[in-house]
Nanobody, 114 residues
Framework: QIQLVESGGGLVQTGDSLRLSCAAS????????MAWFRQAPGKEREFVAA????????YYADSVKGRFIISRESAKNTMYLQMNGLKPEDTAVYYC???????WGQGTQVTVSL
């Protein structure tokens, strides 16, 4: 069983950058494909980005492609989401999870003001 804890959220302005981290413990982090999801107020949770267990393959939602970068550092049992060019529509609670949704973090709030 793996535990996931997100950090790095906050309040930023349009165009700013933010880096989220997801620290894993209690399991073999390096064996899991991982993903970021987000949920905006009044909306369903949506996929943001995913990364293979090796880090060699990445996938992005069209809405963040070219602005967000997902990465992982297995030696630190940590996954990252570098978010650049933030927009108000990126405002949401961001969750890290194993790619198949077996395990989830508690979420971190990202708010982008005009």
């Amino acid at each position: 069983q793996i535990q996931l804890v997100e950090s790095g959220g906050g309040l930023v302005q349009t165009g700013d950058s933010l880096r989220l981290s997801c620290a894993a413990s209690g399991g073999t982090f390096s064996s899991y494909a991982m993903a970021w999801f987000r949920q905006a107020p009044g909306k369903e949770r949506e996929f943001v980005a995913a990364i293979s267990w090796s880090g060699g393959s990445t996938y992005y939602a069209d809405s963040v492609k070219g602005r967000f970068i997902i990465s992982r550092e297995s030696a630190k049992n940590t996954m990252y989401l570098q978010m650049n060019g933030l927009k108000p529509e990126d405002t949401a609670v961001y969750y890290c999870a194993t790619a198949w949704g077996d395990y989830w973090g508690q979420g971190t709030q990202v708010t982008v003001s005009l």
